[in-house]
């Protein structure tokens, strides 16, 4: 299977932007739908974006559409969360995961299972 490592995180004010990238170890990336979630400290963990295989599809949840953009280059192993604007709420741990679907290529990829999970990346914004 893929392993996943993120990195990008750190301490920002609010306003500022950070790139989180997702990087790959294996052959198989571009089989596996990614996707984005965070963990805020005493919360339950969140999807914030996902990305199709291919990258022709993206899915945001509503609190970041507009402000965050999900990406990848497959030839490079790597997927990245482009975060803008950051607000004190955008505050938590975030981890990127692979998915798989069932095979039939006709469901959406909010559908997949994710069981590949990286180490995780802190994200802090200040006031």
């Known amino acids: 299977q893929v392993q996943l490592v993120e990195s990008g995180g750190g301490l920002v004010q609010a306003g500022g932007s950070l790139k989180l990238s997702c990087a790959a170890s294996g052959r198989t990336f571009s089989t596996y739908a990614i996707c984005w979630f965070r963990q805020a400290s005493g919360k339950e963990r969140d999807y914030v974006a996902c990305i199709s295989e291919s990258g022709s599809s993206t899915y945001y949840t509503d609190s970041v559409t507009g402000r965050f953009t999900i990406s990848r280059h497959n030839t490079k192993n790597t997927a990245y969360l482009q975060m803008d604007n950051l607000k004190p709420e955008d505050t938590a741990e975030y981890y990127c995961?692979?998915?798989?679907?069932?095979?039939?290529?006709?469901?959406?990829?909010?559908?997949?299972?994710?069981?590949?999970w990286g180490q995780g990346t802190q994200v802090t914004v200040s006031s």
């Open positions: 995961a692979a998915g798989t679907g069932d095979g039939t290529g006709i469901g959406s990829i909010l559908t997949y299972r994710y069981n590949i």
